[in-house]
């Protein structure tokens, strides 16, 4: 026996509460494009914003948009369609991207935190052997 297609649990049982559920998540996703769309767009476009922490922040919009991207269509087009079923190979590629995703966003954090953690310790490296102006 192979099998070709797993069966996913509804979110809800009433067609109403199925197409509550399709504009709730079409609502969140736009926000989410649009707010990814807006950093993407204003962080590359603007010269002043090509810094270390932009492109961390420019990287997590587009890994949160991957991730976004990679499950919630399929369950907004169940909801919308009503219907169950996935394919083995559009589960294990929804599984392998979501992880994917999720492992790079992980990572990403965990070198911002490190960046941050540096920044705090040592706030003004030499450079050069320019003598580091006075804080505060």
């Known amino acids: 026996i192979s099998i070709t ?8 049982d009433t067609r109403e509460l199925q197409l509550w ?5 079409l ?8 707010g990814n769309g807006l950093i993407i767009t204003s962080t590359a476009c603007d010269q002043h914003l090509h810094t270390p922490m932009y492109f961390f922040l420019l990287n997590l919009s ?4 991957g991730s976004i991207s ?6 907004m087009a169940n909801s919308l369609w009503d219907t169950r079923a ?5 589960c294990a590629a929804q599984d392998f991207f979501f992880l994917f995703f999720i492992l790079a966003e992980f990572s990403l954090l965990t070198i911002m935190s490190y960046d941050g953690y540096v920044a705090l310790v040592s706030p003004c490296p030499p450079l050069l052997a320019s003598p580091c102006p006075a804080l505060p």
Not at 21 to 25: K, M, N, R, V
Not at 62 to 65: E, Q, S
Not at 70 to 75: C, E, F, I, L, Q
């Open 62 to 65: 587009v890994l949160d948009l």
């Open 70 to 75: 990679t499950t919630v269509p399929k369950s």
């Open 21 to 25: 559920h399709f504009w709730l998540f």
């Open 5 to 12: 297609h797993f069966l996913l649990l509804p979110f809800a």
């Open 86 to 90: 996935i394919s083995y190979t559009g």
């Open 27 to 34: 609502g969140i996703s736009l926000a989410a494009l649009l």
